[in-house]
Nanobody, 129 residues
Framework: VQLVESGGGLVQAGGSVRLSCAASGFAFNDYAIGWFREASGEEREAISCIDNRDGSTFYADSVKGRFTLSSDSAKNTVYLQMNSLKSEDTAIYYC???????????????????????WGQGTQVSVSW
């Protein structure tokens, strides 16, 4: 199993960036892909998740209306479009995968990093004033 994030970098406040998470080694359409971020000195925070079984999504309140998650099953890739970026969005962004069929109360648990089995290496997003 492999998850590879890309697309991070330095962006000005108010700008946009798109992160990609390329997945391999598991049944992509049966899995959920989550995005988490970890700012310096902070705990890992769930920001978004897509269940590839039905396309349902979750967004944290902090990113709702600014970030959009999409999934391309032909490329086994999930994209996180991040718009109207703020300085507080600066963090390392990780994608993670899990089989939601194995998780009780999935819609409640999907924001917990402990429910995800596979993780990418992370990509840095830095938002400057």
């Amino acid at each position: 199993v492999q998850l590879v994030e890309s697309g991070g970098g330095l962006v000005q406040a108010g700008g946009s960036v798109r992160l990609s998470c390329a997945a391999s080694g598991f049944a992509f359409n049966d899995y959920a892909i989550g995005w988490f971020r970890e700012a310096s000195g902070e705990e890992r925070e769930a920001i978004s998740c897509i269940d590839n079984r039905d396309g349902s999504t979750f967004y944290a309140d902090s990113v709702k209306g600014r970030f959009t998650l999409s999934s391309d099953s032909a490329k086994n890739t999930v994209y996180l479009q991040m718009n109207s970026l703020k300085s507080e969005d600066t963090a390392i962004y990780y994608c993670a995968a899990t089989d939601p069929r194995l998780i009780r109360q999935w819609t409640i648990s999907r924001a917990s990093p402990y429910e995800y089995d596979y993780w990418g290496q992370g990509t840095q997003v830095s938002v400057s004033w």
